[in-house]
């Protein structure tokens, strides 16, 4: 059967007041008609997509219903009993959106979990190619979408061009650290600039509005070591689910306080402190992992009641020995001009130990928000997969 059988209506009916259709490929839709009266973006009505909206929820009556249906050239149209209004939605615009589990588990988004093995042929795109070509720039996002992270080879390596990388993926995020650059320092403030192995770990897990998409590229690479290492959070997690179920779920109902004392980036001359407190794992109303916010140098006093301190501990122990097993990191030697993107609420990251250089080891990390990471794919698939039916992605840590 073709593709476009899912968008031919076979019959369209009133049944237990709502409006039933019979696709062609056999699937059997049902509307609400509180919710098809909603969903009316006449010209009276509007859009939500502008938010120029002349309709209001309470002037739908709780009782409205359908006086009658109209199918013509692949268009379903409503007159409505209250008042008469005229409704209109194409074929494709009312299967794309049907409501069903079946149709509402089916565009939804599922990642790509991975271990060790990936690093024999990680996801990788040429800086080039998905600059010139929105069809290969697509490729990438979709990439970091379905695994959590890619690689970059070929770009500038320079601070001067850094922002034609970020700006492939979305809007460059201003957090407090702004356009930063990692390096040795004479005071060290961020654990980033030390020389000493990093394990992996999520990025500012004491904001409650985190870093989405990393963007990092290599300016200048250490001579010896300073490789960076990546392991699938998403794995991590499923591994605890497994293996400590009532732990899993422990972490992902209390919060565990993070907190962040920042003296070097003052804002009114006063230092900032920064405080969150949020579940480690963070679940969809399926139970499905949408994001992690894994960093135990961050974990600060556990506020919970007493008899779940030793049970909440229990829990981050055994998934610690998890997110530091070595079947689940990767690693990359990178050079001037490599880096990588990744979704920091969900992939951790780290690097090996550097020896101390002069000129010394030199990195650039920015992020951008998943939203607008988001908008960047959904815009570049409607363009260039116009057929394709719509994917409902993860808001990661949101609530």
């Not at 679940?283 to 960093?295: H, M, P, S, T, W």
């Not at 363009?383 to 949101?398: H, M, R, S």
Request: contains cysteine; hydrophobic residues 35%.
């Amino acid at each position: 059967m073709s593709a476009e059988s899912r968008y031919q209506i076979v019959t369209n009916e009133l049944a237990n007041a709502c409006l039933r259709i019979q696709w062609r490929d056999g699937h059997c839709s049902e509307f609400h008609p509180i919710w098809l009266r909603h969903q009316c973006e006449c010209s009276d009505c509007g859009t939500p997509l502008n938010a120029v909206r002349a309709l209001r929820i309470y002037h739908i009556p709780a009782d409205i219903s359908i006086a009658s249906i109209e199918h013509q050239h692949g268009c379903i149209r409503i007159v409505w009993s209250n008042d008469h209004h005229r409704s209109e939605y194409s074929a494709r615009w009312l299967r794309d959106h049907c409501y069903s589990l079946r149709e509402r588990q089916a565009r939804k988004h599922r990642p790509i979990l991975w271990d060790h093995n990936i690093g024999d042929n990680p996801p990788a795109f040429d800086f080039a190619a998905a600059e010139g070509d929105p069809s290969c720039r697509l490729e990438m996002l979709e990439a970091v979408a379905d695994y959590g992270f890619c690689k970059i080879v070929n770009s500038p390596g320079d601070l001067e061009q850094a922002e034609r990388l970020i700006s492939l993926v979305g809007a460059r995020r201003q957090t407090h650290f702004g356009f930063y650059q990692l390096s040795k320092k004479p005071s060290i403030n961020n654990v980033g600039d030390i020389k000493h192995e990093l394990v992996p770990h999520c990025d500012e897990t004491y904001r409650t509005s985190t870093i989405g998409i990393t963007v990092f590229q290599v300016i200048r690479p250490a001579k010896v070591g300073g490789d960076s290492t990546l392991m699938d959070g998403f794995e991590a997690v499923r591994r605890l689910r497994d293996t400590d179920p009532d732990g899993f779920d422990l972490l992902t109902r209390l919060p565990v306080f993070a907190q962040r004392l920042d003296t070097d980036y003052l804002h009114l001359d006063m230092p900032r402190l920064y405080q969150c407190r949020l579940p480690v794992i963070r679940l969809d109303e399926d139970g499905d992992v949408v994001g992690v916010r894994i960093n135990e140098r961050q974990i600060s006093l556990l506020d919970v009641a007493p008899e779940l301190i030793e049970p909440t501990y229990s829990a981050l122990r055994n998934l610690m020995k998890i997110v530091y097993e070595p079947d689940l990191l990767i690693q990359f030697p990178l050079k001037k001009g490599e880096g990588l993107l990744f979704n920091n609420q969900r992939v951790l990251h780290g690097r090996t130990a550097f020896e101390t250089e002069t000129p010394g080891r030199s990195v650039l990390t920015n992020s951008v928000d998943l939203e607008d990471f988001y908008s960047n794919l959904r815009m570049l698939t409607s363009k260039l997969k116009p057929d394709q039916p719509p994917t409902t992605y993860t808001q990661g840590l949101v609530t």
